[in-house]
């Protein structure tokens, strides 16, 4: 898509020069921070007055590789130590007056002194950074030079009065760990090593972006950078299907699609608009539509991958996308998310010491700060609520009862295979909330560790088929990899009538002995129902079937009907024709993040079917 900017040449005749390049306003000049905003900045930012900077340890870092965690490091050195640099910069731009710039000067000097701005869990399985070996750019790594870059140039002129060596030396450590090995090195993750990419491509390249844009002093290079970039980007967009859907998630929606975003503005910015021409595109349109379409109710999305069960989406990012593309129903969606936080935070202001800040998106966090006026006197209409998706690239649907409520059921199921991003074992799983919460769930992630991205992945429960709304054939649960994936796949919507059917069987390995597995979701809107169809034929011999159901309360089974009783939302029952309803409590108590999200626990029904050569089995799901 991108082709025109391959060539540094066609970027060099658009390029704003560095010296002249003003995406916000600098510390000191007139900005578009409300009264209110920086009376709030400036509080938090006294918190952090004289802040005694934590320091991780060389053996802090080796815990990762040794012990397989990831927190002694990254809560230090990144979580801690960006975070207060974050909210140190903030507090200086809304109040100019130089009463921070000290402590300012003194966090970029300690992350500088660090001897890597790579995390441990992405440093090649060395344990200590590999100075032998070309610099890595990770997440982390670029995260913290985009921040770097950004007080660069908001504060130049302040710290250069205190003395120009501060800025120089960052000049020269951007220099040898971005500059230098994004223009010397293939990574992984820019798609150009014949490996497919995700969400860390275009949120790197948002960083690269912001770096090269605000520093790189040399034009050649800077242009010879974007051009790169606008390559990269390319191999993002190859991973998606015209309809945009997102593969990783909600969650990750706003690190790969809203990433994207972040680069076609900084690109537009640094080319005085020339690349604004691809928000006409369609499938730049459909990335961002795909977190409306994912949008269930309030705080909730469709949480498949590794999305948890509820996440703080960027109202301000998803309003802005939606300007961009003209589409009303994105922006609706971020004004409605930004009221919702707004309302919530103001009932629980919370302890301006903890409060966190996005370190790995300042060029987005910045427009965010000046953005705030136009996002308090927007419209707000509301959540838009769709009442009917299908998005067929990553085969999902999303239905409600009434488009615009949240009143009555509201069904997502998927097929897709078992090698996405972020991938769970699921194929053919569903998600089914009552008046907008959640009732037969999907567990989600939980706290990332050595497990989580490794050959041991699928030891993790909710990783697993069985811990999702799934059958487990003949003992057997799913596996991972592109070849188990759905088959025969179909949506049909008509007359308030929703059916989407597919074929698990090959999500099964050989030893399941299943060959084929239709299953088949009917929501009918008039009856208020929905309904899940399953009929297999097997290999041979009689064949054991248990299809789970995940939910976060423990249900009152009476007979065939299990009763799920949520607070603030009319209950559900799950009655089952062929299978036996047996409870099972699932100690989730092993991962903190699950402990906190779901109280340390769920519950899940096994409806036994009875043994045989076929199945047929239907569950039928209604409010009381």
Known sequence: MFEHFYSPENVAKTLVPQSEYHPYPRCGEPSLLTKEQKASLIKTGESYLGYEWPVATAMDYTKYIMGGTRVPYEMTNYRNRRNALCLLIDAEYAEGKGRFLEDIINGMWAIMDEATWVVPA?????????FDKPAIIDLFSAGTAGMLASA???????????????????????????????????????????????NWNPWILSNILTCFGLMCKDEPRRAAAIARCAMMLDKFLDVYTIDGGCDEGPSYWGAAGACLFDCLSEMGKLTAGATDIYFDELLIQNIGRYIYRAHIAGPYFTNYADAPKEFRASGDLIYRYGKKINDQAMMDLGVALFNMYKKMDEANPGDPNVVRAD???????????????????????????????????????AERQTGGSTDGLYLSAKGGNNDESHNHNDVGTFILYSDGVPTIVDIGSGLYNAKTFSAQRYEIPQMQS????????????????????????????????????????????????????????????????????????FVAGENKVETMFIVPVCPEVNGNTATITQAGARAVELTSEGAELIVEEVDLSYD??????????????????????????TFTIKQK
């Not at 992405?122 to 590999?130: Q, S």
């Not at 402990?595 to 076929?614: C, D, F, M, Q, S």
């Open 152 to 198: 660069y140039y908001l504060f130049k002129k302040q710290i250069d009065a205190v003395s120009p060596l501060i800025l120089r030396r960052l000049e020269i450590l951007m220099d040898e760990r971005i500059f230098a090995p994004f223009m010397q090195n293939i990574y992984w993750w820019s798609g150009m090593a014949g490996r497919k990419t995700n």
């Open 466 to 537: 069985s811990y999702h709304n799934l059958p487990e054939i003949n003992g057997v649960m799913q596996q991972a990899g592109e070849q188990y994936a759905a088959r025969n796949v179909s949506y049909t919507y008509e007359n308030g009538v929703t059916v989407f059917s597919e074929d698990i069987a090959a999500a099964y390995p050989e030893e399941a002995g299943v060959k084929t597995w239709q299953r088949t979701f009917t929501f009918d809107r008039a009856a208020k129902a929905v309904t899940i169809a399953d009929e297999a034929a």
């Open 122 to 130: 992405h440093n090649d399985g060395w344990e200590l950074p590999n």
């Open 359 to 397: 370190v790995h998106h300042y060029y987005r966090h910045l427009e965010t700060l000046n953005g705030r006026a136009e996002m308090e006197a927007a419209t707000n209409n509301g959540f838009p609520l769709l009442e009917h998706v299908f998005i067929d690239g990553i085969q999902l649907i």
């Open 592 to 617: 903190p993040r699950l402990t906190e999200l779901w109280n340390g626990r769920v519950w899940r029904i096994h409806a036994v079917a009875k043994p045989g050569t076929t199945l047929k089995q």
